[in-house]
């Protein structure tokens, strides 16, 4: 496609279950970042993959987030037992920039709006 | 944690008129970056403005940066009803080089028609 994908665009669920959030980058970036953006804020960083290998996740806030790129291309971010301060919009970047460039413009999905009730 | 400072928070205007956002920052930059967002979904980039660089044009949108304040502005002119979103400016910080940008809480537009 053209741009990034994320699916679902919503996802609405319980506490303490499992998610699942998918973002397809464009493709032949090797750069791909995870955000997350709640409600009159600015986003905030969660993860960066340069390739399949996660280059930086020190945004991750506890160890119930965890994101996987295995063939460098998707990427799935995945939230154990689900907690009402999780929901917010997850977004989804990709740059062909790799880490050392000056210029790291990232386009940005459209995002998954997570719910927890 | 966030590292850019918008101001002003919200801003209201009428078709025509300029519009000037400014964002400031802690830290030393490679680059900055202004986004726009539309209805809490995806972020559209707009402009990149390098550390050695003072002023860039695009269109309608004027950046400047000021790295001895830590400062940047945009300036939207001659607004339209369609620039209404929310804008946020995204610093690379050298520490963080490549990977992360470090966004601010953003300005709320709003164009009158």
């Known amino acids: 496609g053209a741009g990034v994908s994320q699916t679902p665009s919503n996802k609405v669920t319980e506490k303490g279950k499992y998610v699942e959030l998918r973002c397809d980058p464009i493709?032949?970036?090797?750069?791909l970042y995870w955000y997350r953006q709640s409600l009159g804020q600015g986003p905030e960083f969660l993860i960066y993959f340069q390739g399949t290998g996660a280059a930086d996740d020190s945004g991750l806030p506890n160890d119930r987030f965890f994101a996987v790129r295995p063939e460098g291309s998707v990427s799935t971010l995945k939230i154990q037992r689900t907690e009402r301060g999780d929901s917010a919009v997850y977004l989804c970047?990709?740059?062909?920039?790799?880490?050392?460039?000056?210029?790291?413009?990232?386009?940005f999905g459209p995002g998954t709006r997570l719910t927890v009730l | 944690s966030q590292q850019g400072e918008e101001d002003p928070q919200a801003l209201s205007i009428q078709e025509g008129e300029n519009a000037t956002m400014n964002c400031s920052y802690k830290t030393s930059i490679n680059n900055l970056q202004w986004y726009r967002q539309n209805s809490g979904r995806g972020l559209v980039h707009l402009i990149l403005i390098r550390s050695n660089e003072r002023e860039k044009h695009s269109g309608r949108l004027r950046v400047t940066l000021d790295t001895s304040k830590k400062s940047s502005s945009l300036l939207i002119t001659a607004s339209r009803a369609a620039d209404t979103a929310s804008y946020f400016c995204a610093t690379d910080r050298e520490e963080t080089s490549g990977s992360r940008l470090t966004f601010g809480e953003g300005t709320q537009l709003t164009v009158n028609p």
């Open positions: 493709s032949g970036h090797t750069a």
């Open positions: 970047a990709s740059s062909y920039a790799s880490s050392g460039r000056v210029d790291n413009e990232q386009f």
